[in-house]
């Protein structure tokens, strides 16, 4: 999976701004995309600290983009679009250049206004301190309503060949309804896209086809309708339950005139705790490598690590950050 992101960033090489640029994963991993020629990373600091905690912990970040909130040279401009942005709420200029001496608003402001493609927050920040600030200034894709999240996940075949799958959303919307949902799903099956998945939707329920009921049923049943009609080409099935989705023999039984039940490789969730348990029972006892929550529905790249990363996972949510671009 990530050779094909490589190469499709190859051709279109992109500038993705971590934040927390004095982070040892996020020094490790600029690091080694700063020796690639398919990624270039911008690190929000103090220059001096930045090198300094480099060459502390040993990584050649030579050469390497760095951008200080309290020494740039377009922050006029910026206080200026900030308060255009977010006028609604009254900001005034001083209260934008305190907000933007954070370096999560600082760098989603970087990509407002064009200085990187896309952006990787969450080594040091909360979910919630990534998403606040792409929500007030990135905001919503033209006809999207929310921002959802989806999961990648990855598992290594004898063949040779990777299974990747796609779930959403395991992040971020707690209990959407059907219309979040149908879009929910859209931006998931533009994203498995991304990741080479050809997409045969399952929106998850514990009935399948009628087999049970509830608001839990309706709401999926619902939601597969909404979807459908506005990706007709997208195989989509729904309710069904994940065992009819993904076993052929079961699906055989349950729902055998589908064309997804079997074969299903986008899962949709009822809500944040299937999703979160779904992905995560995945990822531990199906050996899949998970990567995200990959933020959908933004106008522009912006996504969250977990607290607990690694630099290999930074340096591999930066390649799929970018290839979003």
């Known amino acids: 999976m990530f050779g094909k992101l490589i190469n499709i960033l190859r051709e279109n090489p992109k500038k993705i701004v971590f934040p927390e640029g004095t982070d040892n994963r996020i020094l490790e991993a600029s690091s080694r995309l700063l020796a690639s020629n398919f990624l270039t990373p911008v690190l929000i600091g103090n220059e001096k600290e930045v090198y300094d905690a480099a060459a502390n912990s040993g990584f050649n970040i030579n050469g390497i983009t760095v951008i200080d909130p309290e020494n740039y040279d377009r922050l006029d401009e910026m206080v200026e679009l900030f308060c255009e942005l977010r006028k609604s709420k009254g900001v005034t200029p001083d209260e934008a250049r305190q907000m933007l001496k954070k370096s999560n608003y600082f760098g989603t402001m970087l990509v407002k206004m064009g200085e990187a493609d896309a952006l990787l927050g969450g080594a040091t920040y909360s979910t919630a301190d990534t998403v606040r600030p792409a929500l007030q200034l990135i905001k919503t894709k033209p006809g999207k309503s929310i921002v959802s999240s989806c999961f990648i996940l990855v598992r290594e075949r004898a063949t040779g060949n990777n299974e990747v799958i796609a779930m959403a959303d395991c992040a971020i919307n707690i209990n959407p309804n059907e219309d979040e949902i149908a879009e929910i799903a859209i931006e998931a099956i533009n994203c498995a896209k991304t990741f080479g998945i050809d997409p045969k939707v399952a929106f998850l329920s514990y009935s399948t086809l009628g087999s049970g009921k509830g608001d839990t049923v309706e709401k999926m049943r619902n939601a597969c309708r909404k979807a459908q009609a506005k990706a007709p080409d997208i195989p ?49 006892f199906g050996g899949f490598d998970a990567y995200g929550p990959i933020l959908l529905g933004l106008n522009a790249p912006i996504n969250d690590l977990s607290r607990g990363c690694n630099a290999a996972e930074v340096y591999s949510m930066a390649i799929v950050t970018a290839a979003l671009a």
């Open 236 to 284: 989509m099935e729904g309710e069904i339950q994940f065992d009819a989705a993904v076993a052929p023999r079961v699906a055989r039984s349950k729902c055998p005139e589908s064309d997804v039940g079997g074969h299903a490789n986008t899962f949709i969730f009822p809500d944040i705790n299937a999703g979160n348990i779904g992905y995560k029972i995945a990822q531990r």
